[in-house]
């Protein structure tokens, strides 16, 4: 910087020698001689008029040189290339080349091009300090304050909360209310972002809720398992900022805010009887927020995302995401496990296993492992039970299968008589159930003494008027279906019938 008159004003007031004033200012002894002797040719004479500045001083002094301040080099656009920089592939040195293309005689070189970048950077708001590249993250959030909505049948008051969404590179803002802010109302909120912006970017970063994340940790935070299963079926990354680094979402902090100031201190003024309502008059004040131009950039936010989002954002899955909740369970010992107080069976050879629990509205789905290997429709009936038959143990498949019609089927197949026995059996107990292991027990008898003797037996034991199983068994042990007996005489019978019951001692015990 020239010190012109500080120099007149040292020389001819205060009468300092040229060394004195060299030494006064801090300039060379050189200096203080060229400038004395350029004001003497440019007829200078102290006092100099107030009107005169520096500048101008230094025109009259160095007439040959160009104008104090004037630059020789045109300045960049440096609001276009800060643009230009949020597309993918774009460097500076591609926008430089097309700059001095552009200025080819008085262009910066590329050094002084990205120094004056980042000093024009560094005057601008802090939200712009980073760059993000078009398509690349999707900053998540909620609000801190809530929307009351009102129960017109009770008057009862209730909190919504307000999720918000922005994309890094345009600021493109979406906003939706929920009645919560656990899994399920998370997770949907991102599928009608992504609805929304009508594609899927790259990344997705949240803060470190529970609905989001299961464990916190700077380097390897542990996503929640819905959470994955959302991000795998939309094919994008979750990237949490870190704990207690709000930096890391800046955008969506400013996000927030905007919402906050522009959406629901709008909105204070009126009530709302319905969430969908509610929702209605956020998306309507979400369409003027995007619409809105920028005081410092150019365009919109929506005129943004148009030209550098939406391009090159990932198309939308076939299906939207539908919302599991995904649990741990550890299989029962009859091979069903239990979800929301309802039991599902699993393959018995599971037992005992820990397997993992995916539960939608409609169905419940179980894998071991990462193979799904149980599949139920959905039952909200506590306490009851949902079994497949392939699931279970070949007896307990068998037990199962047991019915009046199969035991008389059975039956059938090894005589009348047999039949008849059986059928007396079921009718014997209030309850048909209560018979099938006594029924079970006189058929099996058909495998240690053959269909034939079995069938006598149970013909014998009608004609003495006991069809019971332990009668029919004692028959058989004592070999009397092989005699052959008058069935003219009753006496005879009831003689057979008192000789032989197994509750008779007989003659021969007493002696």
């Not at 004479?45 to 009259?60: A, F, H, Q, V």
């Not at 970048?117 to 980073?130: I, K, P």
């Amino acid at each position: 910087m020239r010190k012109i008159k500080d120099i007149l004003r040292l020389r001819h007031e205060a009468g300092l020698s040229y060394r004195g004033i060299a030494q006064a200012l801090n300039i060379g002894y050189g200096t203080v001689v060229d400038y004395l002797k350029r004001a003497d040719q440019a007829g200078l004479s102290w006092p100099i008029p107030e009107e005169l500045l520096e500048r101008d001083l230094g025109r009259m002094l160095f007439p040959s040189q160009a104008a104090t301040g004037q630059r020789r080099f045109t300045e960049p656009d440096f609001p276009q290339v800060h643009q230009e920089l949020k597309r993918k592939t774009v460097t500076k040195l591609l926008l430089w080349q097309e700059y001095r293309q552009q200025y080819p005689d008085n262009g910066y070189s590329y050094a002084q091009f990205c120094h004056r970048y980042l000093e024009w950077l560094g005057c601008q708001q802090r939200s712009m300090r980073q760059i993000h590249r078009a398509g690349e993250k999707l900053f998540v959030d909620y609000c801190g304050p809530t929307m009351p909505v009102v129960n017109p049948d009770t008057g009862e008051v209730r909190q919504a909360q307000i999720f918000v969404a922005v994309m890094g590179a345009s600021n493109y803002t979406f906003a939706r209310a929920s009645w919560s802010q656990n899994q399920e109302d998370w997770l949907n909120a991102h599928v009608q972002t992504f609805e929304f912006l009508g594609g899927v970017p790259e990344v997705v970063v949240p803060d470190n809720l529970k609905s989001a994340v299961r464990k916190t940790h700077r380097y390897e935070p542990d996503i929640n398992p819905a959470y994955q299963q959302l991000a795998h079926h939309y094919q994008v990354a979750v990237v949490p900022a870190r704990p207690y680094k709000p930096k890391d979402k800046s955008k969506a902090e400013v996000a927030v805010q905007i919402v906050e100031r522009w959406i629901m201190a709008r909105l204070r003024h009126q009530t709302f009887f319905t969430l969908a309502s509610l929702n209605q008059a956020i998306r309507f004040l979400l369409d003027d927020l995007n619409q809105r131009p920028f005081k410092k950039l150019p365009g919109s936010r929506a005129s943004q995302f148009k030209q550098l989002d939406q391009p090159v954002l990932k198309s939308l899955p076939a299906t939207p995401y539908q919302y599991a909740d995904i649990k741990q369970a550890r299989v029962h010992i009859d091979y069903h496990i239990e979800y929301d107080k309802h039991y599902y069976s699993v393959p018995h050879h599971l037992v005992k296993q820990a397997v993992e629990v995916q539960a939608s509205s409609s169905s419940i789905s179980i894998y071991n492992k990462g193979q799904r290997v149980a599949s139920h429709p959905r039952s909200y009936r506590q306490g009851a039970h949902s079994t497949c038959a392939e699931h279970m143990p070949q007896a307990h498949r068998a037990m199962q299968e047991w019915s009046s019609e199969r035991f008389l089927s059975w039956a059938n197949e090894i005589g009348a008589e047999t039949r008849e026995v059986v059928n007396h059996l079921l009718q014997e107990k209030r309850h048909q159930e209560q018979s099938y292991r006594r029924i079970l027990a006189l058929l099996s008898n058909a495998k240690k003494y053959g269909r034939e003797r079995l069938n006598k037996a149970c013909g014998r034991a009608l004609l003495i008027n006991s069809p019971t199983r332990s009668s029919v068994e004692s028959i058989l042990k004592q070999g009397l279906d092989q005699i052959v007996i008058e069935t003219h005489s009753h006496h005879v019978q009831e003689e057979l019938c008192l000789d032989y019951h197994e509750n008779i001692r007989g003659e021969d015990y007493y002696h």
